[in-house]
């Protein structure tokens, strides 16, 4: 008798690993990011990594080549053109606004419907057309959304969402965040009606240098600024 239980007692242990095992491999897999130099949507590596560029030349453009908060993004439309169409851009503006919300992918957001709903505009869309407009953009931003943005995101109905720099990577560099993956909003957002493609990773050897300054004395300053009292500042030509 002894024996037997001694054998059931094996029996469902390992069972229990088993499916334990089986639970973690799922789980696993719910958090994998296909490669960011595949071909998704039919869209092409190399334009993907030059509209990331974009995100980060736009923040150079309508802030500075180095501001603390580097954190940018730019909205296109992949269904017209593959190669993309640009509709707006965004950064992050709380420093110069004191809206503490003004993350750099709400700011595009609010630049595209104004730019949609404009009645002067190439649009001229109602409230409804330019809502509906969105699930035929492309997001991209230099560094992984915190979890407002990133639902945001999921609330616009974005046909996509992509990102450089990872929240792990911001968080080894010094940067204060909330600690909760992009994956997991979109994890949490499947009631939503669109369906939107993650892809993360992009460009990450020209977005994450934009980030790794700000708490690291010892790291060079983005092109065209230098270190004045410990902080990267432009370089007065």
């Not at 995101?153 to 929240?167: D, K, L, N, V």
Request: glycine share 6%; hydrophobic share 45%; charged share 15%.
């Amino acid at each position: 008798m002894a024996h037997l239980l001694c054998r059931l007692l094996a029996f469902a242990l390992a069972a229990g690993f088993a499916l334990g095992h089986q639970h973690s491999a799922r789980a696993s897999l719910q958090n994998v990011l296909s490669h960011p130099l595949r071909t998704i949507n039919n869209v092409l590596p190399s334009v993907r990594e030059h509209w990331m560029r974009e995100a980060n030349a736009a923040m150079a453009e309508l802030v500075s080549p180095c501001p603390f908060g580097a954190f940018a993004s730019v909205i296109v439309n992949h269904t017209a053109s593959a190669s993309g169409e640009l509709v707006c851009v965004g950064a992050n503006a709380v420093r110069s606004t004191g809206n503490p919300i003004m993350h750099g992918e709400i700011a595009a957001i609010q630049n595209c419907t104004a730019i949609f709903t404009d009645p002067h505009g190439p649009y001229n869309y109602t409230a409804s057309q330019a809502q509906a407009a969105f699930a035929d953009l492309s997001l991209y931003t230099n560094a992984e959304s915190c979890p407002m943005c990133a639902s945001a995101i999921r609330w616009a109905g974005f046909r996509e969402y992509i990102y450089g720099s990872s929240i792990e990577e911001l968080i080894a560099q010094g940067w204060g965040q909330i600690r909760v993956s992009s994956m997991e909003i979109f994890q949490e957002s499947f009631d939503l009606p669109n369906v939107a493609r993650l892809i993360g990773g992009v460009l990450t050897e020209e977005t994450d240098p934009l980030f790794s300054w700000q708490y690291n004395a010892d790291f060079p300053c983005p092109k065209g600024c230098a270190r004045v009292s410990g902080s990267c500042s432009p370089v007065q030509k």
